[in-house]
């Protein structure tokens, strides 16, 4: 929410691609993505959720590979959402009344963040330096960037919300790579049971985090 | 008449949804030698099949991809602010999340196990004597429910021996027994099991409660404290703190819910019989409309089918239940604009906002240890337990630490304090300080019903059948405001008591309306309530019809107005209460309950 207060923050920490120039993406290939879309998805990962002091970043998690896995999942063809018309615009408070499925949010989206890195740049968001970058996804999170009929911040609300679930969810479905979304949070993941340590007061569970399939951090 | 459909035999009672009020009134009513088909619109589900261990602890199914909840897809509804706007579908989950399923929200739920403070049962009442009929605002519609706590107490006392409820008591037959709540009525037993432990938030803030000098107590669980085996035979065991209540259907089956208490025995009944995938589209009435003659539904293969039946039951979940009353024209439909009707009227929700405490950073709170019902609460400014005369509200809240279990990807998504930026490192640094070292506080407060909030059918929009959706029109007012502000400004005081660090308190803002975006609770009331004036209520104060004397509605549509507790106690109790009197009264002489 308070997207402007942190500007000064951003600039002052260990960024993972302080550099100009796209950031060399993991061996995964995208079955959804496009070259042009994996690299904005890659570069744009890398600023949300940078490497620092405090863990791992999105890329090295795996996030881009989480988001293209969704991509095929029935949630990402819409089929949770009620998607009957008429479709009419309303209050933002009374939710989200596009007709797009995240597929198409996506499409749409990055089309759009590419298509005004070019226009005031010269360059695909990948290619810009990360200030531009930060620049730009600032923009679109306030929602002042235009896309057609998708506004920025619903584009960017879909990617931050999938850039979180792919840092923290289970490693089952593609990110959290070695747990290591977890392991900065001190979460246990999948242990799931606590019966000792709820009088434990005030000091950190010992055990490592597991995941569902039985991986130890 | 849906004339097309197939006529299956006659059975004694069908019940319209398999969750907690199904489950209930169906073993009732085969305890009372009634044939009994359930009808649920959502797949069968168990603990077998839903709960297993650890495919079921996953963070991103559970609780982001909503894989117990109701589909959106196929049935949601339309929400606006006020009468002037246009309604707009509900797209996404957010706000709410009803289940679907056998089970329904019961599966999936929290374990949070309250009896209804007597005081809220005749508020209306209390609020006269205590302060005069001025003091209720213009527009709010304020009743009593029709039912005393005494007369409710041996249903209290039933559900929590069903469920297997953890806590401690304040007084039992009148004597006091223990360090429960001290505003709490008089029960006739203790809880069947005794508390939970404290997780380290609870106990930190029952610490700072006491030196604030309120009156805290351990919240009553439905999650087992110790293996339990309750009146049907049904066993729990222990609760391990796992943190995966909310939203899962608990792997160490110590969550109560209608697939572990109630339905392995009620699965082996011979006169009970469960079809999942049955989407009931309406209920069928004789020819004067003063009389079911059973119901119509859509079968998992898209077939038509009426299931003739002498009883039929609503139990399709608050909401659900306004709707298919709507949908069969049972009741008067209310009118916001003549003040006339009731079906659709008096639609509350739950008034709460939650606020942050943070702790020395050397301190771990630890906040993934947890159970859904479990916590330290106290009730100094829920109910009628304060002089609301100079205060001007109706209403309260209670207050409390209710550690059910942040998991990771929610943790991301809370971030950190406000101010902090929601992504890059000064996120990362403020998410993790925040998870690691704070606790959160729920003011969990009562909504009033208003003349101009209410429910009824949309113009516009259809469900997968064709049908129109709900429409709810609902917004904050004023009172409600006013209270949530002067109760969250109390936590405050407990806040500093812990020694914080650092607080944010949040408290409900005048001129922001209802965000459908933003996840609060299930906790949605009324719009079919009891009540002894048919004028006021469309249902008896035994959850019967008054138009169609064989249609019982069971869920929280019975309520009048919000209370400031959790509802599935007080709708397992309105269930057995409701039942108590089918089965005493109705069932011999078939007709309109009286007195
Ligand atoms: C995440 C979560 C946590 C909660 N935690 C708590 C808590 O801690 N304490 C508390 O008191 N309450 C809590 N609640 C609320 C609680 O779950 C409900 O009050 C309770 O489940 C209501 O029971 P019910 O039987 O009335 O409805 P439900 O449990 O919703 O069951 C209704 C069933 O009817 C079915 N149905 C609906 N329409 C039709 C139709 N047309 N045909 C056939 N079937 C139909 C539905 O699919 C559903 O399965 C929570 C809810 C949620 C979602
Ligand atoms: S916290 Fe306890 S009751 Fe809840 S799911 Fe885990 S074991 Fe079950």
């Not at chain 2, 009994?36 to 959502?42: H, I, N, S, T």
């Not at chain 2, 803030?205 to 087992?224: D, I, M, Q, V």
């Not at chain 2, 208490?261 to 020819?287: G, M, Q, T, Y």
């Not at chain 2, 539904?297 to 399709?316: C, F, H, K, M, W």
Request: net charge neutral.
């Amino acid at each position: 929410m308070q997207g402007l207060a942190g500007a000064a923050a951003c600039g002052t920490v260990l960024a993972s691609s302080g550099r100009a120039g796209p950031v060399a993406a993991p061996p995964y290939r995208p079955q959804f993505f496009d070259a042009a879309e994996w690299a904005f998805l890659v570069a744009a990962c890398d600023r949300l959720i940078p490497a620092d002091a405090s863990g791992p970043g999105a890329v090295a998690l795996d996030v881009p590979r989480f988001i293209d896995r969704q991509m095929d999942t029935p949630y990402a063809h819409g089929a949770q959402w009620y998607m009957s018309g008429p479709f009419m615009a309303g209050p933002d408070n009374l939710g989200y009344q596009l007709p797009y499925a995240p597929r198409e949010l996506y499409r749409h989206g990055i089309a759009g963040m590419n298509a005004h890195a070019a226009t005031r740049h010269g360059r695909p968001f990948a290619a810009l330096s990360a200030a531009l970058q930060d620049d730009l996804l600032r923009a679109a999170e306030r929602g002042s960037l235009v896309f057609g009929d998708v506004p920025s911040a619903t584009f960017f609300e879909q990617l931050l919300a999938n850039v979180m679930e792919g840092a923290f969810s289970d490693p089952i479905h593609g990110g959290n790579t070695g747990m290591g979304g977890w392991a900065m949070l001190g979460f246990p993941g999948a242990r799931a049971d606590f019966m000792d340590w709820v009088d434990q007061y005030g000091v950190h569970y010992p055990l490592g985090s597991v995941s569902i399939s039985g991986e130890r951090a | 008449m849906s004339t097309d459909a197939r006529r299956l035999d006659p059975v004694d009672v069908v019940i319209v949804g398999g969750g907690w009020a199904g489950c209930i009134m169906a073993k009732e009513m085969t305890e009372a030698g009634r044939s009994v088909v359930v009808l649920e619109r959502g797949p069968d589900r168990g603990t077998a099949s839903d709960g297993a261990y650890p495919a079921s602890i996953d963070e991103l199914e559970g609780n982001f991809r909503y894989k117990l909840f109701q589909d959106l897809s196929k049935h949601t509804v339309t929400i606006r602010n006020n009468s002037r706007q246009v309604a707009l579908p509900y797209r996404r989950m957010a706000a709410f999340l009803p289940g679907e399923g056998v089970g329904g929200a019961g599966l999936h739920w929290s374990g949070v196990h309250f009896r209804i403070p007597p005081d809220d049962l005749r508020l209306r009442t209390r609020v006269i004597e205590k302060y005069g009929a001025k003091f209720i605002p213009e527009g709010m519609n304020l009743q009593d429910y029709g039912v005393t706590y005494e007369e409710l107490e041996p249903f209290f006392d039933r559900a929590e021996k069903v469920f297997g409820t953890s806590g401690e008591a304040y007084k039992v037959n009148g004597q006091v027994v223990g360090k429960g709540n001290v505003f709490s009525p008089s029960r006739s037993d203790h809880f069947p099991l005794p508390a939970l432990k404290d997780v380290y938030t609870a106990h930190l803030f029952r610490k700072a409660a006491t030196e604030a000098g309120f009156h805290p107590y351990s919240l009553p669980a439905a999650n087992a404290s110790r293996q339990y085996v309750n009146p049907y035979g049904a066993q729990m065991g222990p609760c391990n703190f796992c943190g995966y209540c909310s939203g899962y259907a608990c792997y160490m089956y110590s969550k109560a819910s209608p697939n572990v208490n109630i339905l392995p025995v009620l699965r082996r009944h011979p006169l009970f019989e469960l079809r999942a995938a049955c989407n009931v589209l309406k209920v069928e009435l004789d020819s004067d409309g003063r009389r079911a003659t059973g119901v119509t539904y859509a079968d998992a293969e898209g077939n038509t089918v009426t299931q003739p039946a002498e009883l039929v039951i609503l139990s399709a979940f608050q909401f659900h239940n306004v709707r298919l009353m709507l949908l069969s024209g049972i009741g008067k439909p209310y009118d916001p604009a003549r003040n006339e009707g009731v079906v659709g009227r008096n639609f509350v929700y739950q008034n709460v906002t939650t606020s942050t405490v943070w702790l020395d950073p050397k301190v771990e709170t630890n906040q993934y240890v947890g159970t859904g019902g479990g916590g330290v609460a106290f009730d100094d400014f829920n109910s009628e337990n304060f002089d609301h005369g100079p205060l001007g509200f109706v209403g309260g809240s209670p207050v409390w630490v209710n550690q059910a279990g942040v998991k990771a990807i929610a943790a991301a998504y809370s971030g950190g304090p406000p101010g902090t930026p929601r992504w890059g490192s000064a996120w990362k640094a403020g998410m993790i300080d925040t998870y690691r070292h704070s606790l959160r506080i729920d003011a969990h407060g009562t909504n009033m019903a208003y003349r101009d909030v209410y429910l009824d059918l949309d113009p516009t929009w259809k469900d997968a059948h064709g049908q129109p959706l709900l429409r709810m029109t609902f917004d904050w007012k004023d009172n409600d405001i006013r209270m949530n502000r002067y109760v969250v400004d109390k936590i405050g005081n407990v806040a500093k008591a812990m020694g914080a660090r650092r607080v944010h308190l949040t408290s409900r803002e005048f001129g922001k309306p209802f965000d459908t975006r933003q996840y609060q609770t299930t906790h949605l009331g009324g719009g079919a309530v009891m009540g002894t004036d048919p004028g006021t209520s469309a249902l008896n104060r035994y959850l019967q019809s008054w138009d169609v004397h064989n249609v019982f509605v069971i869920g929280a549509n019975a309520f009048p107005q919000g209370t400031g507790y959790n509802p599935t106690g007080m709708v397992a109790a309105l269930a057995y209460w409701a039942a108590h009197h089918i089965r005493t009264t109705y069932l011999a002489r078939p007709g309109p309950l009286a007195g």
